[in-house]
């Protein structure tokens, strides 16, 4: 696709605005990371050699039977047995080898029977899920060691892998509840500014009414009444959100709906929502950009504090605002207070980084060198 003048000007100031742009890739780097989580922070392999063929567990499912054991369970590919089985292709006598000294052997001969094809397994650099419970570990929370990079909570999971599953969370659920806020309040604003009159005066009180709602009664009654998840929590995230657009994209269609190129528009027989939507929506763009980042670092700390009064996402979800939790009742572990505040730091103030830089870049008053 072509760019055209202000799209390429809009380009070079955002690049020139190098805390910005460095902003961009550092952030995208981490989100691409927590995006794949799966392929780095996994207690399942990324593929395994068995009997001559490759299995790839990460996206099938594979029962201990499959690689030669008695049950029918989804393998445990962290447990000694499990390794021997697929070390010394399936070898019955693996299943008498509790500490897993076979699997140490892959090659060679077991008991008078020839390994001629011994199996291998490919895992990703963290080889624990946010929900892997690590049932070698003596005390919990553990410190952090070889095995655990940022050490463990206190139910001996991963806190690493916790971090990377809970900031795929956060940055999915800001983006949406982001993208929901600025569809409704950016349509509620164009429709009040542009028309005016009945209408403007009927949005208003609307907009009043919901303001003055007490959105965390109203969540926690809900989510008394409904199973909480991922898209009924972002969406009354986003209920609540909405309003903080109406009134500068209102202001800005007020300003805007009485120039000279709106009145010729309209003579020439433009409809309305052509104009709205393609010559008055660009002059309110720098200032949604401007709410936009206390939308978006809104919504992540809005969450955060939901799971950590208990009131968000089910247990079952890695959670930031839960580690914050762990780490406010273990004071003795202070790994989980410094992981939990440098993530929170690091990712707001990369995405703030961020959208200072695209509001300046869309702002004709400003021009980098």
Known sequence: M??????????????????????????????????????????????????????????SFYSEADFGGEFQTQAEYNSPEVRCLIATGGMEVCLDDPDGVLAQVPTGAVDGQPITDPGRAIWPPIRYSFNTINYD?????????????????????DVLARVIYGFRISILFALVVAAVSAII?????????????????????????????PSLYVIIILSAIFTMNFWLLTLLIAFFSWTSLVGVVRAEFLR?????????????????????????????????LTLLPFIITGAIGGLAALDFLGLGLPP????????ALQAKNRLNAPWLGFTAFFTFAIMLSLLVFIFEGVRDAFDPRKTFR
């Open 256 to 288: 805007a709906r009485n120039f000279e190129y709106v009145r010729a528009a309209r003579a020439l027989g433009v409809g309305d929502w052509t104009i709205m939507f393609r010559h008055l929506l660009p002059n309110a763009m720098v200032a949604t």
């Open 316 to 323: 079952s979800y890695p959670s930031l605002g839960e580690l």
């Open 137 to 157: 570990v003596l005390t919990a929370p553990s410190a952090p060691d070889r095995q655990h990079w940022l050490g463990t909570d206190d139910q001996t999971r």
């Open 185 to 213: 309040g950016v349509a509620a604003g164009a429709v009040q500014g542009y028309f005016g009159g009945w209408v403007d005066l009927a949005f208003q009180r609307i907009v009043e009414i919901w303001v003055n709602m």
């Open 2 to 59: 072509r760019l055209n003048a202000l799209q390429r000007r809009r380009l070079a100031n955002f690049r020139a605005n190098h805390r910005a742009f460095w902003s961009l890739w550092i952030f995208l780097a981490l989100f691409t990371i927590a995006l794949f989580a799966e392929f780095v922070a996994n207690d399942r392999p990324l593929a395994v050699r068995f009997q001559g063929e490759w299995r790839f567990p990460i996206f």
